[in-house]
């Protein structure tokens, strides 16, 4: 699960409310980006579930969220190469739910099928562009590749898919962080992806800035025409791993300030100066590791163990 801006939350709220109980509980559902876009601040991280699992996690997690408008963020990344698994799970069990769900508990909630039917379900997908893909061009294709396996193929118009397009990290930094590999990740890519631009870990000062400037144009070229159509809509860009000098330098000579930042929750934590510079900028914050993160480090965080331990 990943949250957002640190909101002490559970889950969302048991679907007896009614749909005056939902709207008061909005605001603790969900934070407003800068460009006016609501997300929730509570979802789910499939980008390390198996193919095997990924399937019935999903359905878990739109059966709890289903009567929440708006209230379902997955989260993923192009790296993780089941953008087109997610979409195509999420329209047949959104689906599937709907179909087998006519009334909603509260007498007051009480909905016919038709109606039902006509509402899109909003799933927001957070994605992110791949270090090797760092780079203009590069990071075109990539969204481009991302946006064609996020665009299911049953076009249900009961779903729609809210996407935001993040870069993952700023470089390839194999020098410092042991999984990564620069020259090897660089030989695996296909030709195509060579072909349009230099190796980013050989210019690893200047890759990421190329990568900002070319989802500002995708971003603001997709408000301006709505290219791909109503069941897909890239809704915000942000960065995640940025540490505080390149959000600094990223948010000085941006055009369009990041919508979104996500890092690990000990960023969360432990860097005040980041979290001050992200909040002054209206740039919403998402943590992952939350779970993990706490239950492996119970002494730098008690009171978040604690309240972990309350809610599950």
Not at 21 to 37: D, E, I, Y
Not at 250 to 267: A, K
Not at 286 to 310: C, D, F, M, T, W
């Amino acid at each position: 699960w990943i949250v957002a801006n640190g909101v002490e939350t559970s889950f969302l709220p048991d679907e007896s409310l009614d749909p005056e109980a939902l709207n008061r509980a909005r605001p603790f559902l969900f934070r407003t980006l800068s460009n006016g876009v609501d997300i929730p601040l509570v979802g789910m991280g499939v980008g390390n579930v198996g193919s095997e699992n990924l399937p019935s996690v999903l359905f878990l997690a739109i059966h709890s969220n289903l009567f929440h408008e708006g209230g379902l963020l997955v989260d993923t990344s192009r790296a993780s190469k089941n953008e087109e698994d997610i979409s195509e799970i999420l329209i047949t069990s959104i689906g599937s739910i709907k179909n087998d769900l006519v009334y909603h508990k509260s007498k007051s909630a009480i909905r016919s099928r038709k109606e039902e039917k006509q509402k899109p379900q909003v799933v927001h997908i957070v994605t992110k562009v791949w270090y090797t893909h760092l780079g203009y061009e590069r990071t075109k294709i990539s969204v481009t590749e991302s946006i064609r396996d996020l665009t299911p193929t049953d076009k249900n118009r009961n779903v729609q898919f809210h996407v935001h397009i993040l870069l993952h990290w700023p470089k390839c930094d194999d020098e410092h962080i042991s999984w990564m590999d620069c020259e090897g990740e660089e030989s695996a890519l296909p030709t195509h992806v060579k072909n349009a631009g230099p190796p980013p870990h050989l210019q690893k000062d200047q890759a990421w800035k190329d990568s900002w400037r070319a989802l500002e144009d995708i971003y603001n070229e997709f408000q301006t025409t709505k290219k791909t159509g109503n069941q897909v809509k890239i809704v915000s860009i942000g960065v995640s791993n940025f540490n505080g000098d390149e959000m600094k330098e990223l948010i000085d000579s941006s055009r369009t300030v990041p919508h979104l930042y996500q890092g690990n929750l000990w960023s969360v934590i432990f860097d005040p100066v980041l979290m001050n510079l992200l909040n002054e900028n209206k740039i919403l914050v998402q943590a992952y590791n939350a779970v993990n993160g706490i239950i492996s480090h119970e002494q730098l965080a008690p009171k978040a163990y604690q309240r972990l331990l309350e809610i599950t």
